[in-house]
């Protein structure tokens, strides 16, 4: 079992930043991908970012290369988004995911899922 508490959502304006948190605990998840999805109200849940533990590669929507990094802190066992130039369109609830698909972007990929927070971006 693996647990997933995130952290850091909150209401920013247009142009601002926001850094996401995601604890990670329970059993040893070095053969996991992470990620984080996003949804907002009436849509479907959405990759955003992804990145494979052991390897470090990783992957972004197109919405948001050059403006978020995924990273994790293997010290501290958490996984973190840094978003900046933040948009309107950024506004949903943020998921941290943990899994062994080979899909990053897919929901059926992740075994394990947070809470979620909310990130709003006002203009």
């Known amino acids: 079992q693996v647990q997933l508490v995130e952290s850091g959502g909150g209401s920013v304006q247009a142009g601002g930043s926001l850094r996401l948190s995601c604890e990670i605990s329970?059993?040893?998840?070095?053969?996991?991908?992470l990620a984080w999805f996003r949804q907002a109200p009436g849509n479907e849940r959405e990759g955003v970012a992804s990145i494979h533990i052991r390897t470090s590669v990783k992957w972004y929507d197109d919405s948001v290369k050059g403006r978020f990094t995924i990273s994790q802190d293997n010290a501290k066992n958490t996984l973190y988004l840094q978003m900046n130039s933040l948009k309107p369109e950024d506004t949903a609830m943020y998921y941290c995911a943990a899994g062994y698909g080979l899909t990053w972007y897919s929901p059926g990929s992740y075994n394990y899922w947070g809470q979620g927070t909310q990130v709003t971006v006002s203009s």
């Open positions: 329970g059993s040893t998840y070095s053969a996991y991908r």
